[in-house]
């Protein structure tokens, strides 16, 4: 079990992430359910894994034809726990 700020974060599609160290921001384009073509008998034994499409902006991504990054949603969380990632939740 996680510690009180790490459940106290709720992800939405639109929330908007920021990294402070490359200056990037990103959105939160659509959350994805990583096991979510599999059988039914073997997603019961294993756990559900989420993720997030996020869609990224910023000068060093200007020359980049790809800007959609997929983050485990539990990876996500840890990035902003951490401060690595700064989050601004959508209303």
């Known amino acids: 079990m996680g510690d009180a700020y790490s459940l106290s974060i709720?992800?939405?599609v639109g929330d908007v992430v920021y990294d402070s160290s490359t200056?990037?921001?990103g959105v939160l384009v659509r959350?994805?359910?990583l096991l979510g073509n599999f059988s039914d008998h073997i997603s019961k034994?294993?756990?559900g894994?989420?993720?997030w499409e996020i869609m990224w902006?910023?000068?060093d991504l200007k020359g980049s034809?790809?800007?959609l990054y997929v983050y485990t949603e539990s990876g996500l969380i840890n990035m902003i726990?951490?401060?690595l990632l700064r989050l601004y939740q959508n209303n």
Do not use: Y
């Open 10 to 12: 709720h992800l939405k």
């Open 23 to 25: 200056k990037e921001s």
């Open 31 to 33: 959350k994805i359910d």
């Open 45 to 47: 034994e294993i756990p």
């Open 49 to 51: 894994i989420n993720a």
């Open 57 to 59: 902006s910023g000068s």
């Open 65 to 67: 034809a790809v800007r």
């Open 81 to 83: 726990r951490e401060g």
